[in-house]
């Protein structure tokens, strides 16, 4: 499962720039994203060898960003420690979930989500203004990676008291839906609204052939990972983010 996945995150989540090494996913997109600015392991024992680290590291030191490896199941057991050896850290660790979607039912319109085919300025600086990480708050750089999918995709508002309160995205790949970038506003957190904007995209889904979803969210935030368990998302793996400290 791990390896169909990881293969799909680069048509499902798109980079500025990839180069193919050995196994490995060589992902730039101007530091916008964990997952579109790491090495990532695609096909299962993935080695790092001294020559494709010092590759991996030259890569990202021309481009003036530090060296990032996502450390999935398909990665050697000795990954972490070789790239702790050479001055990285762990970031995080995120939980991939996939879930078997239902037959649709006959619902209702969701009158407060809005769901476009394409990335609006006004849904580019909503996901980039409500996002606490520095490294994404400038809309060019989401609108650099989003604007290059060549599947069907949906980009999703939805709205609190007639505001944009919440953003979420979608993208379809041979029947496999990938959620992203879902975020809501501090004022509209606790009112459903993460439910029907999940919800709304998984349906829209549906109408373009998904069969199956998936999606990877930080493994401490168990407010969202509760939210999809309730939705029929199952973990199926975990995977580590390290960072070289200079």
Known sequence: MAELLEGKLLRVWPSVSTTLRE????????????????????????????????????????AGQASQFRLSPLATADAGQILAG?????????????????PPKMQDAIAELVIETTPSPAWLSGVTGLNDDPS??????????????TIPAAFATI??????AGFGLLAVDDGWAELGSIILAPQARGKGLGRKLVTGLLGWSQSVGARQAFLQVDATNDVAISLYRSLGFSPVYRYQTMRRIE
Do not use: C
């Open 86 to 102: 050479r001055g990285y850290r762990a970031l995080n660790e995120a939980l991939t979930m996939t879930a078997l979607l239902q």
């Open 23 to 62: 196994g490995w996913a060589i992902r730039l997109a101007h530091g916008y994203s964990g997952r579109s600015n790491s090495a990532s392991a695609l096909v299962p024992g993935s080695r790092l060898p001294p020559a494709l680290l010092d590759e991996i590291e030259a890569t990202y030191r021309v």
């Open 159 to 164: 709205s609190l008291d007639q505001q944009a």
């Open 136 to 149: 994404k708050r400038r809309p060019e750089h989401l609108h650099a990676i989003v604007s290059r999918f």
